[in-house]
């Protein structure tokens, strides 16, 4: 199963400051998205931010306290949060769509947990 490496996330403060980061396998190539989605207890899935050919996409509830960045040619994203808040509590994941073999397909990590709590 080919997965994503993430990197980052633990327990903060409110207000405080956290940074994930994530690199996608070599195995994976022609990738077009890559993003971050997360998931709190008894929540789906939601989109927290993503990037397409250089240009950002971002939930609503986190837009202006979070950025996402690129590199394409080490095939790595990064999320730098800023004024955490508790309801951003939730395991983050990283995602990428790309191309392994022939087939186009959307890529997950692990999961790393964020929790923000005084």
């Known amino acids: 199963q080919v997965r994503l490496v993430e990197s980052g996330g633990g327990l903060v403060q409110p207000g405080g400051s956290l940074r994930l980061s994530c690199s996608a396998p070599?195995?994976?190539?022609?990738?077009?998205?890559m993003g971050w989605y997360r998931q709190a207890p008894g929540k789906e899935r939601e989109l927290v931010a993503t990037t397409t050919d250089g240009n950002p996409n971002y939930a609503a509830s986190v837009k202006g306290r979070f950025t996402i960045s690129r590199d394409n040619a080490k095939n790595t994203v990064s999320l730098q949060m800023n004024s955490l808040k508790p309801e951003d509590t939730a395991v983050y994941y990283c995602?990428?769509?790309?191309?392994?073999?022939?087939?186009?397909?959307?890529?997950w990590g692990q999961g790393t947990q964020v929790t923000v709590s005084s």
């Open positions: 070599g195995i994976i190539s022609r990738i077009t998205t």
């Open positions: 995602y990428a769509r790309g191309v392994v073999g022939i087939v186009r397909n959307d890529y």
